[in-house]
């Protein structure tokens, strides 16, 4: 058999397995093009077999490499090729896994997420192109050694989770028993940010709402704000210092994502969770990526089980056990409550269906390392 009939027969099987990944109809219909067009750097025909398999089931080409990559060391640790085994071990991502996310200061601060001698770690890397570059994945790489520690940690489960444009609905949702809300202000007056970020940490008090800020994490700081999210545009945009000043502040940090190859620039610093989305179509904002579908936000609830995580994008009470069901570890809402007839009512409901869908659930525990505790912050 030709080395092409090889690698065809390989990943016809793949598809055939994970048809229900691809976001497209006749996955294998595209497999013709992804084999005549292999890039450069994909060792062995499992890796070029898998590849060209993600590309035909609508991954983009940073992730096709991150899968590739993890696949390849997947085979290579239990000693043989499975096409029905797509990878979710952290460990064949390059993933710590000796040590929880959230270990002590000490250990965490000498051992990034990241392994550098691991071969698919620098697969993940050469995807932008080689040495650490400003704008990909090896600039944030490259920023994590430098941070003093992992970020403080959140509850791994943190329920309903509300994203709002302003403090006004901060405190509505706040006082209607959401457990977890963020306040997504979109103003370039820095006068105005302030004030409202301020408002939204004093709408939270008494509530037990835990408050993220999204983008704008100095006036988080100054106001004492739980925590910040930033999108990869702004964790790009962060040096070093920026990071170690929001998590010196005792801030958690939750970053997005939108596949495996953002995933693992988000865990290179240690957040405190990542949200992956956006699971379904989302009219809010302008998305550099198709939804991403439930299927695959299971793989990525998989991958990411020792980390709390947020799906986002387009969730509404009749999508939201399909959601759940994946097996992550929270739910971010925007339309489903901010333009429901009865907002306080419709988060009764979504809470409902939250614990209806937990009790069907095993209860699923991160690993911990020695003397590493549960928060005891909040409970949702």
């Known amino acids: 058999m030709s080395q092409t009939s090889e690698l065809d027969t390989l990943a016809r099987e793949i598809v055939r397995q994970h048809s229900h990944l691809a976001l497209q109809a006749k ?5 013709p093009m992804g084999l005549a067009a292999l890039p450069t750097g994909l060792t062995g025909p499992v890796e070029q077999a898998v590849y060209t398999a993600c590309r035909a089931l609508d991954f983009i080409d940073a992730d096709a490499r991150c899968v590739a990559s993890a696949w390849q060391r997947q085979s290579a640790r239990t000693g043989q090729f499975d096409p029905s085994a797509w990878p979710t071990g952290a460990q064949d991502f390059g993933l710590q896994t000796n040590i929880p996310v959230h270990a002590s200061t000490a250990i965490a601060a000498r051992a990034p997420l990241l392994q550098g001698d691991m071969p698919q770690a620098e697969a993940c890397r050469n995807f932008v192109g080689g040495p650490p570059r400003a704008d990909g994945f090896g600039a944030i790489a490259a920023r994590a050694p430098l941070l003093q520690a992992s970020f403080a940690p959140c509850p791994h489960q943190l329920g309903l989770y509300a994203v709002l444009p302003d403090a006004a609905w901060v405190g509505r949702m706040a006082r209607a028993g959401v457990p977890t809300v963020q306040l997504r202000f979109k103003s370039n007056d820095p006068g105005a940010i302030t004030r409202e970020v301020q408002a939204a940490v004093q709408a939270v008090q008494g509530t037990g709402a835990l408050l993220f800020i999204n983008d704008h994490w ?10 910040v999210h930033l999108g990869q545009e702004d964790l790009e945009g962060l040096g070093g210092a920026d990071l ?10 939750g970053v997005s994502s939108h596949g495996y190859a953002e995933m693992l620039r988000a865990a290179a610093v240690q957040p405190s969770y990542i949200a992956m989305g956006a699971v379904y179509a989302t009219t809010l904002k302008r998305m550099a990526t198709p939804p991403q579908g439930p299927a695959r936000l299971k793989m990525y609830a998989a991958l990411l089980r020792n980390l709390p995580t947020v799906a986002i994008g387009g969730i509404d009470a009749a999508r939201l056990p399909e959601v759940l069901a994946s097996g992550v570890g929270s739910v971010a809402v925007v339309r489903a409550l901010v ?3 009865q907002p306080e009512a419709q988060v009764a ?3 409902a269906m939250f614990e209806r869908e937990r009790t069907r659930m095993p209860c699923r525990t991160p690993d911990r390392g020695p003397g590493q505790a549960r928060s005891g912050i909040h409970a949702p």
């Open 27 to 31: 996955a294998l219909d595209r497999l």
């Open 218 to 227: 100095q006036a988080a700081i100054a106001a004492g704000a739980y925590g």
């Open 244 to 253: 170690n000043a929001i998590r010196a502040a005792g801030l958690r940090l």
């Open 339 to 341: 333009a429901a007839d």
């Open 349 to 351: 409901t979504l809470k």
